[in-house]
DNA sequence: CTGAAAGCGCTTACAG
DNA sequence: CTGAAAGCGCTTACAG
């Protein structure tokens, strides 16, 4: 009972007390914690000095109420087990809280609709949404912005909404990724699809299907990985099951592609890249990696995250402006896993 | 201008409105959202009738300034690089989830003070606190718990803290490790240290040490990898500098055995298991992949976060309750990287 | 620059 | 079961 009571009475060090002591009003005490609050130096001095004693921090929850801004940003994710998404999630986080801001942090199953947090999450009164790995019905886009709370799809697009929408170029990097096996050498060329429903994984693989037939190749033989190491894994293998087994594989992931080198070299005794070359997409940790030195696709994740977060902002205080869509350049990473031509250094 | 005004309009769906829409008090709106709260079957319809119209949500910021409990809880992490704290940080978001709690994340790097953020998220009034692969000061931890905010350390503990901490049991693990190495027939063991001041790696490196020295070995050599794939990497090939080069490596966890397993066999054209054999600990997923196969011991980690939530939350609502402290048994997963000694299937 | 006062959207005794 | 009212801890016009 004494320990309930000290529990309350600790936790109610409130703006009063702080005026109390420092011999000010209230208002005195708010307007020295804002940034804008005209105060003297020698008030806000007292203020500074009253709550010290008193071990005052301001209510955050008591200032979102009133002000109908609560610096808290959702951040939804659905793939954590993809090495990607923790470093995605590692530098948004880092760069709200440089600017201020909190991330709530929301986990979904792959299979699960973002819709149904989405109610949730606006109780607590964000102030906008970064969905990242997911994807969401166009009408719940629309119904977050018409809420007056902006949502922006972090390597996702969703046609039809008005929801701020930040990618890696996939289409235009899979073109360059067929164009690059192409000059390697490579002929037969294939393609691992991630989970099929992505505009990442189609993308890619529209990018890359489109290149290989405009340079007068046959069209990629494909297979589904799912975007894991162990889809990866069993899709390489099934494309050498095949009676014309390709001689490079583009993966839609890094895991994926991962799993193929491991297929390939545990499983079919197969030499990467003198038999079979593979590239990637992602540049996640794993890649450089002393035993794999994965050919892949490098998104601009920094100026990734930066963009998205500024566009977010920036629907956050001006409603009206429109949901920007941008998609930004990969850049090829060139590492051991894809044959060098001959007379190429 | 109309925008703006849209938007705040839309936003202000209160129980006024709700109230208003049903022909019922404001009250009666509260009670019908409140588990607790008492009402009859015909006017929690009508609320529900008219809430589902005007499209209210309860505002959960206010719910919380009143009810003086924010459901949210703060999780602070240090290292999510290491791949074995996303699988952590999915587990206990999602346990959260189905408490109906939330959760706020903080990143801290490695070498900053998580006393630091500690005072920025008392500001948004969290019901308790989870500090994972990250230590705190003990006088910051009883700063927090005196103001009725419990603190729980997962996979840590600060020996003079009242906070709960919840490990595994680092050091009977790390015995075992020692024990099983040498029935394998190692008997010139190494260490590779993490993160020197952690309590995972000293305890870890104390129990295997202890151990090996009651088998009448001499002490393992040792080096340290600071946790990282590349740390692990150079430590293993310092270790072959030696005069003495070891047989069995204890790796402070898998990252570093694995980056140790590259570099014995990409530089120094060891094989493993048959040279050397190598032991890692956390059962990331990585160690299970085709190319590795690492002998590792697993952590109880679905469990460990049960406890701990289970723990912060007995000591959110009962604050008098003394801070639990556990460790539970790790389990050693055996794969490919240790030899079997002849005679054992 | 300063203080008194209203109000953010709820929950919860209180009285019926 | 129900409603009127107080109050959570702030911010922000408003008047000085």
Redesign the pocket.
Known sequence: MSEKNERIRL??????C??KEA?????????A??P?????????RKVEIAAEKLG????????S????TSNMIAIVMADIVNPFYPNVLDIFVRKLQERGHKGLLFMVDRDQDVDDVLPQLMEYQVDGVVITSATLSSEMADRCMNMGTPVALFNRYVPAARAISICCDDVGSARSVADFLYTSGARRMAFIAGVENTSTSRDREFGFTAKVRELGLSPPIRAVGNYTYEGGYEAALSLFLLPQPPDAIFCANDLMALGAMDALRTKLNLSIPEQVSIVGFDDIDNAHWANYGLTTVKPPVEKMVELTLENLMNQVSHHDKPAHQASLPGELIIRNSVRVPVGVA
């Open positions: 936790k109610n060090v409130t703006s009063y702080v005026a011999g000010v009003s209230q208002s005195a005490v708010s307007r914690y804002s804008s609050g005209s105060i003297s130096k020698s008030t806000r005052y921090k301001p209510n955050a929850i008591a200032r109420l009133i002000s109908k």
